[in-house]
């Protein structure tokens, strides 16, 4: 029989990331919203990884890849490349482990992500998000610095530790009938799909990406990964130009759909998930929510899950992207 | 021996209102960040009730009292006048105990609060907080339709339930070196200093009011409560121009002393809660985060708790004041 190469992670190293990770993550609160709930007729449940450590859902996965090196390995500290909260949880990761971190961010990344990553006595390499490529300058530092390399979402041990954000989600809520979560390369979507399919059988899993780079979409049609150039949204931690390896076969075999939303109904999603539910979301947070909105005629009497996958924006950012939504409206 | 009349509430009635209000009251989550207790040297719990029913504290009081209503009373409704979250709270609560509900607020409310005061199904009245007295017109609706009125805070009821929050929160923490919570009518502060005096005996309480309003710290300096012209400040929550009668006796035993803080530094709360902490909290509930920066230097490991009172603040309002704050720094 034919095996993926490589090997995507199974529900076992879910479960021995969460058992790692136990000592380091906090089991962020599940919240719920009367009125999300009349307008969409469901009973919907969010996860807020905004409340993770570093203000999303990533530090799971790279505290998980990290604590999983060889104990030398680790020593010789890690890189990474990233456009934001990946950056950010490695580098909080890394120094908890007490380790060296290298990070290679856009020049166009948000101040604050800049700001955070650096606060955590990472360094931070710039590069050009539309000319460069952050993977050959990863892995040319990574050689130089005989550092290990932990990507953002293409890695079985970042994926399960994004995973146990799913798990922790489940153990609360009981079975749901549908989850969505956002899809950037894949790393947090594969996780959930990977725990859905072992804790509550049957439920739906959506993946939500941005419309303006729907590559995932793309590809489950296809059967196979789909490329596309840097899409432009402002949900910025799921402009990737393609899902990864590991990651493909997972969401072949374990998520139900891809939706899309677009960049209006992510800010109006921003407005409700502040005004409403009194929480600061990222644009790519607000990915699950808004398309729960579009698809809300098919999940009336449904318990759903919703990942809220970080809180990291730019305050100044944040108040522009939602007056300029106001002055539309009005 | 001299009686204070009318008779203050006591931690047995709080008690009272934490078993009548169970079935209906978010149990809301404590909070806490590195960065802020990095910053201020002390261990500071945040009890979040930006995530209560109604979007604040005030549904506790407003439920309480009117579930201790003889059940005749009951049935022919309540009446409030409230510069906002009152309103919504009663309003809330009237709704959940299916009795009709009348609010009197000011003209210049936020329209998220008139908003949502009428999406519970609440009649709104509005009047001119510069030149009318909300309290007649309140009281002359009552009377007209033989309902009963329920102050902001004037009430021992509403004190008592508002006691409840601080309840939860030194349950979770166990006992605190000093507490922080937001002043306007006190009756926040009268029912998180009850709580205190009893649960953790020691815990120095400290209320925080507007700069520009501190009615409650010149009413403790004499002894007697003090009444100032409607003051001008970002926090709606707290611009009263004297605390309650039921309030005063309370605060003048219990309480340990008022501080205060400008517009300009709780709107720096206001960015560091949503940036840092990823909570939307309205500048209300930034009094006691601005209060415990100004002290730290007498909090050093301290442990600390702060009643976040809500979020009720509109977003485009949120968006100005965050943003105008931002351009003034640069």
Known sequence: MPRDFPAPPVFADLMEAKARLAPHVHRTPVMTSRSFDAETGARVFFKCETFQRGGAFKFRGAMNAILALPEAARARGVVAYSSGNHAQGLAYAAKIAGIPATIVMPRDAPALKIAATRGYGAEVVFYDRYSESREEIGRRIA????????????????????????????????????????????????????????????????????????????????????????????????????????????????????????????VAMMRFHAERMKLYVEPTGCLPGAAIRKQAASLAGKRVGAILSGGNVDLARFAELVLAAGEEAA
Not at 194 to 203: D, I, M, T
Not at 233 to 238: E, K, L, P, T, V
């Open 143 to 266: 050689e130089a610095q005989d550092a290990s390399l932990i990507p953002p979402f293409d890695h079985p041990d970042v994926i399960a530790g994004q995973g146990t954000a799913t798990i922790e989600l489940l153990e609360e809520t009981g079975p749901l009938d549908a989850l969505f979560v956002p899809l950037g390369g894949g790393g947090l979507l594969a996780g959930a799909a990977l725990a859905a399919q072992a804790l509550s059988p049957g439920c739906r899993v959506f993946g939500v990406e941005p419309a303006a780079g729907n590559d995932g979409q793309m590809s489950l049609a296809k059967g196979e990964i789909v490329e596309i150039p840097v899409p432009r949204s402002i949900a910025d931690g799921a402009i990737v130009t393609a899902v990864g390896r590991h990651n493909f076969p997972v969401l072949r075999d374990a998520v139900t759909a891809i939706e899309t939303v677009t960049d209006a109904e992510l």
